[in-house]
């Protein structure tokens, strides 16, 4: 007896031992998985801006904020929205470069406008406001847990009472489990006749949690008892108060698991989870016993009634006091809005993914908690996709040839807006649903770019050179039939209209898109040339060195075609693509920070000169029907089709924004429409609601342009006595010898024949 | 008459005297512009006193988030470079000195006060590059030696 005794107890001592083993492992090894969340760029709101064009309420709605009635202590966290005036009480927020601080704020407000901001209660006027940015994705692990890690200091008390109250009374002192609680559990289930009351403390629930697997047997539970009084013996109250707060379940947002105290307060209430009031608290604190059963979004009112019986406990263990309990009962259920979708970010979500693989793999990103401050706007994201999807299913309708009952062999599209500036990527929608298809479209095709590549033949030609350039915006070129010997065979290019024009101004062969004319004069001037201009813009693919490259026969992808076109957008200094401003660690250190970068890469008056082709295409050309709805202000475009109306393309730039929309089918077939029936409308949606449809700022002209009065029907100086003139732009140097009235067509520079009083007029247009 | 009104001419060309315009101070241009321009302008010049109070990271968030106002601001680029000289990285310097000059050009901006930044930043890089910049440095000099006399230009001047 004495022996089994023994041999009983050195089996029962290297059991706890080997318990004890797995507890210290596990809680000390145990990292808590949080995933890399991506946050939008910030809004900034400032005096003059339309807030009803940005959408300021629906952001602070979409940030969790609460309109409330008008007020004189309002919280932090709600605002109030008048007609004329709106008081916002903004919350504090963490970014990475400059933490704002807790602001309270009034607007005063002129119909849609915003007149002025001023700081409460100082009146002190302020220049802008930065609302917090916005997240729009994470990148889970298999299990995909959603969780915001947070301290226990952090933790509001009445938040932990609520949980005490509720879940383990007795928690601060007992050793693990809770002898008292396990007897009544016991004599209540007996007088139930079956199990109607659990004894686990908050130790054993965690144990249960971060340990075993969820099996009911009495082996498992006195496993997990004897677990619970190592974990108590070993570690203190805070620590496995902290963990438990970090690691409970708290139910479900989509297909994410919802954990820890810190994640519900986000997604239930908007908010960190330092600011949880009493009442809040006290719901998180109700739902735990069966978070999916008790969400407060499917029964608002089983919720509030559990919430109230966690306050009647606190008020029981005198954790509140009568007026707080009062109070916090009379609170109604206010959950956040559930955040809409951005305009699937998804794509943009997998490029910063694959840019962010070189250094952090899938593990890290999916377990580190890495905060990811992106470019995106989110607004312009939304906007975006709103735009593909319903241009899209426009064209559907009106054309039904174009739809296909097989989602996955539908029509596609891309669009991808750029700040030229900065190359910062604002939207990024790489295909019409992320849901059948992740191919994104704007990053990872490769499509022919039809006529959207022509400007930079004409780059090419109008750069100043040794001699000069080959053209001016005054030279005539000519559109007759054409034969360029090829190792293939001769290739006779033609236009859309299947006319030859015969000789053509400059502008018109771009306005109109003539193919013929342009292939001439990449002909004349030598393909190596215009590949030389398209890698300087920033084409990366391919090039063949073949004639037909001039009207686009290189395939591209639509994010190389807006960088091209950012970089004539911003005067021949072209940015490096942003997708990230900076990327912060889980402890909130930086870990990289953005800088921009950019080279001039062509000069500013080649830049300009082009830039005023492209005005010329949106404002005469084949891209005219971009203001038919109303845009107003500086619009530079291209529209492009490739052979066969395979790809569709639309570029178009104004001073602030690049925007590219591409659509075809991914196994190309002709759509037959041309651009500016299938792309246009889409780009031109996209930059009306962007804008308003008032475009800002001017495309500016460069010192060393000069403006004069041409003759348009041969390109001659009008001087007095021409019988009509048009003004014209012309790089320093360059303006052409003819004159009218009298003078010859201007052709190619150097065909002109040299007059005396053009050297006289030159220098004294100079003076001026 | 055509000599004496070719002089005349010829004589506006010339600009004004050097150092007789005053420096560029951003307070100044504080209310001009459209809204958006206001709005990046006070950014540049809050990030300059972050700068000032040597709060580095947070001045370099106030001078992106002018740009994210106003991408066309000229003088949110000139902050930017003298806060990269600043910080010991001259090739983004120079950058962002490329960036205002395209910028101020295109805008018909570049006075005097400005060419002084211009020069006085670019030379600063150069210098820091290890190449040479003397010839700019003099130039601001000349130009607003109020700002460049000592061959920097910190952030209250520029504010």
């Known amino acids: 007896m004495l022996a089994a005794a023994f041999v009983a107890g050195w089996m029962a001592a290297g059991w706890v031992v080997g318990l004890d083993r797995i507890v210290r492992s596990r809680f000390e090894g145990h990292k808590f998985r949080v995933p890399s969340r991506v946050y939008t760029a910030p809004t900034i709101v400032y005096p003059g801006l339309d807030w009803k ?76 406001l930065l609302l917090q940015p916005e997240q729009i994705g994470a990148y889970y692990g298999l299990n995909r847990e959603q969780r915001e890690l947070i301290r226990v200091d952090a933790i509001p008390r009445h938040l932990i009472d609520a949980v005490l109250a509720v879940e383990d009374q007795r928690f601060e002192s007992h050793p693990g489990i809770d002898l008292r609680r396990i007897a009544g559990a016991f004599l209540a289930n007996l007088r139930a006749g079956g199990i109607r009351q659990g004894a686990s403390t908050l130790t054993q629930q965690l144990v249960k949690n971060f340990f075993l697997t969820p099996e009911r047997t009495f082996r498992r539970k006195a496993q997990e008892a004897v677990m619970a009084l190592l974990v108590e013996a070993r570690y203190g109250k805070r620590e496995i108060l902290q963990a438990y707060l970090n690691e409970i379940y708290l139910g479900q947002r989509g297909a994410t698991a919802v954990h820890g105290v810190g994640e519900a307060a986000r997604v239930y209430f908007g908010k960190a989870g330092r600011d949880l009031t009493l009442a809040e608290s006290a719901l998180l604190a109700a ?14 009112e089983r919720a509030k009634r559990r919430r109230d019986l966690v306050l009647e406990l606190m008020r029981k263990q005198e954790r509140i006091d009568d007026a707080e309990f009062r109070e916090a009962t009379q609170v109604p259920i206010d959950l956040a809005v ?21 250094v952090y ?36 309708k009106n054309f039904p040839a174009l739809a296909h009952e097989d989602p996955r062999q539908s029509l596609q599209g891309c669009l991808i807006a750029l700040r030229p500036q900065t190359g910062e990527i604002l939207a990024l929608v790489g295909g019409r649903d992320y849901g059948v298809s992740q191919f994104d479209r704007c990053t990872q095709a490769r499509r022919q770019s039809g006529s959207v590549f022509k400007p930079f033949v004409y780059i090419a030609a109008l750069e100043p050179r040794g001699s000069g350039p080959e053209i001016t915006l005054a030279s005539f070129i000519d559109d007759g039939p054409l034969e360029i010997d090829t190792p293939s065979g001769p290739w006779k290019p033609n236009n859309f209209d299947k006319e030859f024009h015969g000789r053509v101004p400059v502008r018109q062969a771009l306005e109109r898109s003539f193919n013929v004319a342009t292939a001439r004069l990449a002909h004349e001037i030598g393909i190596p040339r215009v590949i030389d201009v398209a890698r300087r813009l920033g084409i990366t693919s391919s090039l063949p060195d073949v004639p037909s490259l001039a009207l686009g026969t290189a395939e591209v992808s639509p994010m190389e075609i807006a960088r091209a076109y ?100 991914d196994t190309p077939r002709s759509l037959g429409i041309p651009s500016s029936v299938g792309a246009m409308p889409i780009w031109r949606d996209f930059v009306k609601e962007m804008t308003g ?55 190619r520079r150097g065909d002109e024949s040299p007059r005396i009083r053009r050297r006289f007029f030159d220098w004294l247009r100079k003076q001026l | 008459m055509i000599a004496l009104g070719s002089l005349a001419i010829g004589c506006v060309g010339m600009g004004s005297l050097p150092g007789s315009d005053p420096s560029l101070r951003l307070t100044d241009l504080g209310a001009a512009g459209d809204p958006a321009r206001r709005a990046s302008l006070r950014l ?31 003088y949110a680029y000139l902050a930017l470079a003298r806060h990269e000289i600043d910080e010991g990285d001259p090739d983004r310097a120079l950058a962002y000195v490329d960036q205002a000059e395209a910028l101020l050009d295109a805008q018909g901006a570049l006075t005097p006060g400005v060419e002084a930044h211009l020069s006085g930043l670019r030379g600063a890089a150069l210098m820091a590059q290890g190449g040479s910049g003397a010839l700019h440095l003099d130039r601001a000099r000349r130009l607003d030696p109020h700002s460049w006399g000592d061959g920097h230009l910190d952030a209250a001047e520029l504010r």
């Open chain 1, 693 to 747: 449809g008032r475009i800002r700022g001017a495309f500016l002209k460069p010192a060393d342009i000069q403006q004069v009065d041409v003759d348009p029907a041969t390109g001659a100086l009008a001087l007095a006595g021409c019988p009509d003139r048009r003004p014209e732009f012309f790089l320093e140097g360059t303006l052409p010898d003819a004159i009218c009235p009298g003078g010859a067509v201007v052709g």
């Open chain 1, 566 to 665: 950012a970089t004539i957008a911003n005067g021949g200094v072209r940015p490096e693509l942003q997708s990230i401003e900076d990327l912060v660690d889980g402890d909130g250190t930086t870990l990289e920070r953005r800088r921009l970068r950019f080279e001039r890469v062509l000069d500013a008056g080649t830049a300009y000169l082009v830039t005023s082709m492209l005005e010329g295409v949106a404002d005469r050309g084949t891209a005219a029907g971009v203001r038919n709805t109303g845009l107003r202000g500086p619009i530079a475009a291209k529209t492009g089709t490739s052979d066969d109306e395979h790809d569709l393309w639309f570029v178009g730039f104004t001073p602030e924004l690049v925007a590219v929309v591409w659509l075809g089918f």
């Open chain 1, 287 to 300: 739902i735990i016993q069966s978070p999916n059963g008790l969400s407060p979004y499917r029964d608002p």
């Open chain 1, 361 to 396: 793999d899938s593990e890290v990103l999916s377990s580190e908690g890495l905060r990811v401050y992106s470019t995106l706007d989110y607004r312009a994201q939304q906007l975006a996709a709103k735009s593909l999807r319903e241009g899209i299913e426009k064209l559907e």
């Open chain 2, 44 to 74: 540049c010049i809050e990030g300059l006193n972050l700068d000032e109070q040597g709060r580095d990271s947070a001045a370099l968030s106030q001078y992106q988030r002018a740009i994210q106002v106003d991408s066309t601001n000229p």
């Open chain 1, 338 to 358: 559930v955040t809409p979708d951005p305009g699937d970010a998804r794509y943009f979500l997998d490029l910063l993914r694959r840019q962010l693989s070189s």
């Open chain 1, 53 to 128: 064009l940005i959408d300021l309420e629906g952001t602070l709605r979409r940030l969790g904020y609460r309109r409330a009635r008008a007020t004189k202590q309002l919280p932090a966290g709600q605002y109030v929205w008048g007609s004329s005036r709106a008081r916002i009480h903004l919350r504090a927020f963490d970014h990475p470069s400059r933490s704002e601080p807790e602001r309270d704020v009034v607007l005063r407000l002129s119909g849609p406008i915003i007149e002025e901001i001023r700081q409460l209660p100082s009146g002190r006027e302020m220049g802008a």
